[in-house]
């Protein structure tokens, strides 16, 4: 990687902070493959528990506020067994309000192999992870490990043949933070991500397939030296950075954001499925080393590992 003079750090340093104050980051997270439940359409908001309220009740207690909301229960022996094996889940998420503008994606069909099962930059991850409103006290994201889930019901034809219709939901990666609570209560975490999800309408409520594309198939940028340059001059700098601060600004107030597909792989250098200012200062930072080391310069790739 070429070498520019770092004489325009600072100023992209100070836009990214103040980009940083105006586009406030969401924290994101990690999951299972299972699939969760979603809120009764029945149960009236005012009889719902808070989270809190829902972590105190005893099992007994828990059980029955399901069973009378019409939510799906998980025992504490099956929530035990979880969490000395895989303490996480995926939540499935209806897409339908988070595709961002500019974009279309198709999200019902009668054909598998129809669906884009790649376009995650064409929806608002981070603010789905948001609206599920899991309390950040007890529970971790991961952001790498989001994928799309899918799901199909069928009906014969008038020969009686099958015809099967499979609709697309995202897949929000969750996982109780075990540095909170004890073997107990991280049980009743487990628990408590299908019963709290599925008192918020933005779950699909149904079992989906996970399409299998993260995190074993990771995001793959074309070319092996692109990621972070951003207009593809060769150069990962400050004006790169600008770029993707641009890119999070229009995305960020609901207009089109103008990348390409691979701008996008480009854009997002740690990988989290989202282009925002963290992936600007990550691209200043590279530059910034890449400016100043006197050893051999190691790629992006390289230097995102050691983030």
Not at 139 to 150: G, I, L, Q, R
Not at 185 to 195: D, F, G, T
Request: proline letters at 3%; aromatic letters at 12%; one cysteine or more.
């Amino acid at each position: 990687m070429r070498k520019k003079a770092i004489g325009t750090g600072i100023a992209a340093t100070l836009m990214i902070s103040l980009m940083l104050t105006v586009f406030p980051v969401n924290a994101v997270s990690e999951t299972d493959s299972e699939t969760l439940i979603t809120a009764s359409e029945t149960a009236a908001s005012e009889e719902l528990l808070t989270f809190e309220e829902l972590y105190a009740l005893e099992e007994d207690e828990l059980k029955q506020y399901c069973l009378e909301h019409n939510l799906e229960y998980k025992s504490k022996e099956y929530a035990e067994e979880r969490v000395a094996s895989r303490p996480m889940t995926w939540v499935n998420v209806k897409l339908n309000d988070y595709l961002l503008k500019g974009e279309s994606d198709l999200l019902e069909s009668n054909d598998w192999n129809a669906f884009n099962k790649n376009n995650y930059y064409d929806y608002d991850f981070e603010k789905m992870t948001s609206d599920l409103n899991m309390p950040e006290k007890y529970y971790k994201f991961h952001a790498e490990k989001n994928d799309f889930s899918y799901d199909y019901h069928s009906e014969n034809d008038s020969d009686g043949n099958p015809k099967y219709t499979y609709r697309k939901y995202a897949a929000i990666f969750v996982e109780p933070d075990p540095s909170v609570a004890n073997e107990r209560s991280i049980a009743r975490l487990y628990q408590l991500i299908y019963v709290w999800t599925q008192q918020n309408p933005i779950v699909y409520r149904g079992t989906t397939a996970i399409s299998r594309t993260a995190p074993g198939n990771p995001i793959v940028v074309e070319k092996l030296d692109t990621l972070g340059d951003i207009n593809s001059d060769g150069y990962i700098d400050a004006v790169d950075a600008s770029l993707v601060l641009s890119y999070y600004a229009r995305i960020s107030t609901n207009q089109v954001g103008g990348y390409d597909a691979l701008q996008k792989l480009n854009a997002d250098v740690n990988k989290d499925r989202s282009i925002n200012a963290v992936d600007a200062s990550y691209i200043l930072s590279y530059y910034a080393y890449t400016s100043t080391t006197k050893e051999e310069i190691m790629s992006v790739e390289e230097y995102m590992k050691k983030k």
